[in-house]
């Protein structure tokens, strides 16, 4: 069966500092990925998508970019953090046209606090 | 830019009661429509999904949604809920854009059950 790991899971970093958060989809093959944020009342505003290695869609313009070095590992980056970077990010897989009815399964987030 | 709304932001219900959240979406070609589910300190599950078919879906723990083609609309409903209902109730939206599969999700309608 398919899984998705996250991590890590909280994660407390000082203004102007690098992040990296890491995905990685096992039991599945080309799979899309997803970074999405989630905030209080606003529900899941996706960041980026991939489609495969090194493709990667931004939907919204920020301080964040993604990448996909290897067919099942996404990463989330900034290079300086800003506060408004605080909040609950997931990451996502989906696979389309199979048995799976084209279905996005959720890890189970990071919680980012930039101080 | 394709959108889902969610009708309430927060509903408050006692125990017994019946449940409807609805939802909207702007497409107007052919999606996928689902229900997510979040727990207080879980990750998002998936509750139910339509892809074509019976427009009456039925989902877990007792969950259902109907799509209504003509009012764009994927309304949740339970007859009689409980405590354990108490969570964060999402629906979405999937269909193929240029780039791929994208999921857009509604912002979310906070479900409290008072036992």
Redesign the interface.
Known sequence: SQTIHQWPATLVQPVGSPLSLECTVEGTSNP?L?W?RQAA????Q?LF?S?GIGQI?SEVPQNLSASRPQDRQFILSSKKLLLSDSGFY?C?W?V?GTAE?????????SWLTVV | AQS?S?HN?HVILSEAASLELGCNYSYGGTV?L?W?VQYPGQ????LL?Y?SGDPLVKGIKGFEAEFIKSKFSFNLRKPSVQWSDTAEY?C?V?L?DN??????????TRLSVLP
């Open positions: 899309n997803y999405y009342g606003r529900g899941l996706l998508y489609v869609s997931l996502a989906s389309w009815g084209n279905t996005i399964y959720f890890g189970e987030g | 889902v969610q932001h996928n689902f997510y990750h998002l599950q998936l999904k892809f999402f979405a999937s193929r780039y791929g599969q994208n999921f857009v999700f509604g912002p979310g």
